[in-house]
Each structure stands twice: as C-alpha cells, then as structure tokens.
C-alpha cells in the first residue's frame, strides 16, 4: 500500500473553537433581541450600558420597564392613574375641604330681612361650625321711634344656655327646647336704648356651656325686622287702636276655618295691636300683655300649619308628583300672603329647591 505523505513542519493543525467562543455563539442564537413577549429581553451589553448611565433604583426601574410585556406595562399605566387620581382628591379634599365648602361659599355675617337659612353651632348637620358662639353684624338705620325684633329659630338648646346679646349687653335667652323645636319661630325684641344708629351693631348668640362643654346645638334662619311705632298719639288713643286690633285678631283666630288666611290675618292684627302699645308709656295696659299673647299662639299655629304643607311637598317630590307638590306650594301663599311670615321665604326656597 501507499505510504501517506509527511506533513509538512511548517505547517499547522486546523483550529479549533475554544469553549467561550462556542458560548457566545450559543448565546446569541438562544436571546434574539424583539422577543415575541412584546417587551424584548436585552443583551448583557445594554444591560451593563443601563447599569452605567443611570445609576441605583433608577436603573432597575428602566430595566424593568424596558424588559416588561405590553401588558405588564398597561397595567402599571392604569395603576398609575388611579393613584395620581386618588392624590388630587385627597389634595382638594385637605385644601378646599370637600364639596360642601365650596358650595357654602363665604360664612354670613350681615343681618337684614331676609332670613339667613344656614345653620351656626355645634353638631351633625350644622352649616357652619361655631361651638362657642356665633356673632352678627346689622346696621340700624331709623328716622323715627321703632323696635327692632331679632327673628331665628334653635334647636338642641337647653335651659339658660344660650344667650343673646347685642353691643356687649345681655338682651335675652334662647327658650329651651319643646316637642316642636324644629317647627317654632322664635323672636327677640331689642330695647332701642342698647342699639346704635348709623353704624354696624354686633349681635351674638353665645353657648355659655361650651367650651369646656360640647354641648351640640344651633341656630337657624336668622334676621331682623325694625317696626315703626306710632307717633303723636296719646295714651287713650292708642289703647283704643290697639283694642280694635285685638278684637279683629281674635274673631280670625276663633274661625280658622273659614279662609285659609284666618291665623295669618289674627297673628297680623294682634301684633298691630301689640306694636300700637309699645308706644304706650309705662306702665303697660294689660291689654299690652294680652296682645303679646295671642300673636304668639296664632305663630304657633302658622308654624305648625307651615311644617305640614312642607312635609307634604316633600312627600310629592319624592314619589315623583310634581305637578302636586307644585301646587301644594301655590296653596301655601294663601297661608302666608306676605313675606313678614319666614315660612313664605321656606317655601320659595322649597321650590327654587326642587325646581318647581
């Protein structure tokens, strides 16, 4: 047989592939870059590159971020979301307090003749937070002799709690509490002597239990009204325009039935009678006394029959019968014709209110 040739001295082996080459090569078949998962894995070299650039927590977040799914990475953005969402409400709600803040608007002060329907005190519901006490300001304006009567109602307010003063002076205390509480209108005569013309005169209702006490408690629909007294008449004349009212107040009160504005046109006349003897020197008549009365019985039978045409326009308008609440609002002016009454005011805004 042939003899095989001598391989030549200068020349070498064929090479061969070393172990990390074949890695390598292994490597980049096995982590094609684009992956089908929608993220895309990276090399070791982007990786290192990443580490570099953006050093710490940082650089993990982007590495995360540019190796998630589509999926993984929609979620994060929703989730994102809710929470910058959550942190701007709870920003309005720590800075504008809510709502119902915004809504109030500024805190009233001023005192006219228009009832003011927020709510000052102490406890769930109350408009405006004022546990210890709550001031007011009217300007008493007047070219003759007159009384100025302060109108409110209150709740939750026991025995000699609350009092009211007007310039620093103690004028009067807020009745306790009955079984129509929320009903009742409650008023207040200022004497003249306690009040200053031509600039503003402040008027508090001040809980003397709180603090240290926190004792719940409001006040609600308050205003003034100012009553212009009769002038150059005597003695005997007024008695005698205040007995002719009286008597017109009590033939309306003892037939209620026959118009439904009786108790309005009695409460009326009582109180022209009771205002007629305000102007009568002291001593008062008796009848002064018996005036005063009567009006306040008649304004408890206004405000009882004012409760309950309320609650029944509330009835309506909660089973969808507009059409009657609305007329039971209609109804009620034939109650109360005139604004000297607060429940014409409660029913107006009973229907700007339901959109009646």
């Known amino acids: 047989p042939q003899a095989l040739a001598p391989r030549p001295s200068g020349s070498s082996a064929p090479a061969r592939r070393t172990g990390s080459q074949s890695s390598r090569s292994v490597a980049r078949v096995s982590s094609p870059r684009g992956g089908a998962g929608g993220g895309g894995g990276l090399s070791a070299a982007e990786r290192a590159r990443i580490r570099r650039e953006t050093p710490g927590l940082a650089a993990n977040l982007r590495l995360f971020w540019a190796e998630a799914s589509s999926k993984v990475r929609t979620g994060v953005m929703a989730g994102g ?12 709600w720590l800075v504008l307090g809510g709502d119902d803040k915004v809504q109030r608007g500024e805190e009233p002060v001023r ?32 070219a003759t002799r007159a009384v100025v009567i302060l109108h409110y109602q209150a709740s939750g307010i026991s025995k000699d709690e609350v009092v009211v003063s007007v ?38 209702f001040d809980n003397t239990r709180n603090p240290p006490g926190e004792d719940p408690w409001r006040v609600w629909n308050v205003w003034v009204e100012r009553a212009l007294l009769p002038e150059q008449l005597t003695s005997v004349q007024l008695v005698n325009l205040a007995r002719e009212s009286y008597k017109k107040g009590r033939k309306n009160f003892d037939t209620p039935d026959i118009g439904a504005r009786n108790r309005y046109e009695a409460w009326k006349s009582f109180r022209e009678a009771w205002l007629m003897l305000e102007a009568h020197p002291d001593p008062k008549p008796e009848l002064y006394f018996e005036s005063q009365e009567g009006m306040k019985n008649a304004q408890q039978e206004l405000d009882r029959t004012c409760s309950k045409l309320l609650l029944e326009v509330e009835g309506y308008y909660n089973q969808s019968q507009f059409k009657k609440a609305a007329s039971t609002l209609d109804h009620m002016r034939e109650y109360f014709p005139e604004y000297d009454q607060p429940c014409a005011t409660r029913a107006e805004n009973k229907r700007a209110e339901y959109g009646l």
Request: proline share 9%; aromatic share 8%.
């Open 167 to 204: 310039n620093g002076v103690d004028v009067g205390k807020v009745p306790p509490d009955t079984l129509a509480s929320q009903e009742r209108s409650l008023e207040l005569m200022i004497p003249p002597q306690h009040l200053r013309k031509g600039e503003p005169n402040r008027i508090i």
């Open 81 to 92: 979301g809710v929470v910058v969402l959550g942190l701007f409400g709870l920003l309005y």
């Open 111 to 142: 005192l006219s003749t228009q009832p003011i329907n927020d709510s000052f005190g102490l406890g769930d519901g109350v408009t405006w937070n004022r546990p210890d006490m709550k001031v007011f300001e009217w300007e008493f304006v007047a």
